[in-house]
């Protein structure tokens, strides 16, 4: 049954409305899937998790059709309406578990140390507050836990990063439900207390000339597991 938190009934059911974004989003992200090699980053990030999964951020659901049938179950945070609902429905023709549940990562609606394992998919760029949302996937996972993460990352010449830095200051988060191009998750992920284990440059596409959003991360990290047994110092 779904791991929520005794006050996830008050989670806000829109915490985020981005409707014409949404919608673009969609159709743009199933014509990725094959056109710009997404389906198999899917792969990638998702291959070997066991247990049980939280996945904050899970837009239209496209991830669950690549998660193995290792996994116990997955709760997937969308605090978007329409991409909530394309979720629902993918949850349906997933082979795994998956409930699809209202929140954003600054406040999951979920218990402490309940997880295996989080994913984050193209979320950490559109987040309020990033500090705060590695908290909550912190709290979340079990000692020992794993971040599996694809997320927009460092890349390219000095001419891209400046092209990135304005954009983010002026028109990309307006037209594109807040994201934010010039964003270290790895620095991120390291600041929040996680240990970062392996992490690949990831392009999209991976051929022909790269865009201002082409530049990704691929990798894990993992929550520490305490020093020596409970109660040690």
Same mark, same amino acid.
């Given at each position: 049954?779904?791991?929520?938190?005794?006050?996830?009934?008050? &989670?806000?059911?829109?915490?985020?409305?981005?409707?014409?974004?949404?919608?673009?989003?969609?159709?743009?992200?199933?014509?990725?899937?094959?056109? +710009?090699?997404?389906?198999?980053?899917?792969?990638? +990030?998702?291959?070997?998790?066991?247990?049980?999964?939280?996945?904050?951020?899970?837009?239209?659901?496209?991830?669950?059709?690549?998660?193995?049938? &290792?996994?116990?179950?997955?709760?997937?945070?969308?605090?978007?309406?329409?991409?909530?609902?394309?979720?629902?429905?993918?949850?349906?023709?997933?082979?795994?578990?998956?409930?699809?549940?209202?929140?954003?990562?600054?406040? +999951?609606?979920?218990?402490?140390?309940?997880?295996?394992?989080?994913?984050?998919?193209?979320? +950490?760029?559109?987040?309020?507050?990033?500090?705060?949302?590695?908290?909550?996937?912190?709290?979340?996972?079990?000692?020992?836990?794993?971040?599996?993460?694809?997320?927009?990352?460092?890349?390219?010449?000095?001419?891209?990063?400046? &092209?990135?830095?304005?954009?983010?200051?002026?028109?990309?988060?307006?037209?594109?439900?807040?994201?934010?191009?010039?964003?270290?998750?790895?620095?991120?992920?390291?600041?929040?207390?996680?240990?970062?284990?392996?992490?690949?440059?990831?392009?999209?596409?991976?051929?022909?000339?790269?865009?201002?959003?082409?530049?990704?991360?691929?990798?894990?990290?993992?929550?520490?597991?305490?020093?020596?047994?409970?109660?040690?110092?």
């Amino acid at each position: 049954m779904p791991l929520r938190s005794p006050g996830s009934g008050r &989670t806000a059911h829109d915490a985020v409305r981005h409707p014409l974004f949404a919608r673009r989003y969609a159709r743009f992200s199933t014509v990725a899937e094959t056109r +710009l090699g997404l389906a198999g980053v899917r792969e990638r +990030l998702l291959a070997g998790l066991t247990g049980r999964i939280v996945e904050i951020g899970a837009g239209g659901g496209l991830n669950f059709a690549h998660y193995p049938g &290792t996994v116990a179950e997955v709760v997937a945070i969308e605090p978007e309406r329409l991409l909530r609902h394309n979720a629902r429905e993918a949850a349906l023709r997933a082979e795994v578990p998956v409930d699809v549940v209202p929140g954003c990562a600054e406040a +999951l609606p979920v218990k402490s140390e309940a997880f295996d394992a989080a994913v984050l998919s193209l979320v +950490l760029c559109s987040v309020r507050d990033v500090p705060r949302a590695l908290g909550e996937v912190r709290r979340v996972l079990r000692p020992g836990g794993e971040v599996r993460f694809f997320e927009h990352g460092v890349g390219g010449g000095p001419a891209m990063r400046l &092209t990135r830095r304005v954009l983010d200051r002026t028109v990309w988060p307006a037209l594109n439900g807040g994201c934010h191009l010039s964003r270290d998750p790895v620095a991120a992920l390291r600041a929040a207390g996680f240990e970062v284990r392996c992490c690949r440059p990831v392009r999209i596409p991976a051929s022909g000339p790269a865009l201002p959003h082409s530049y990704c991360a691929l990798g894990s990290a993992r929550r520490p597991a305490p020093d020596g047994p409970p109660g040690a110092h």
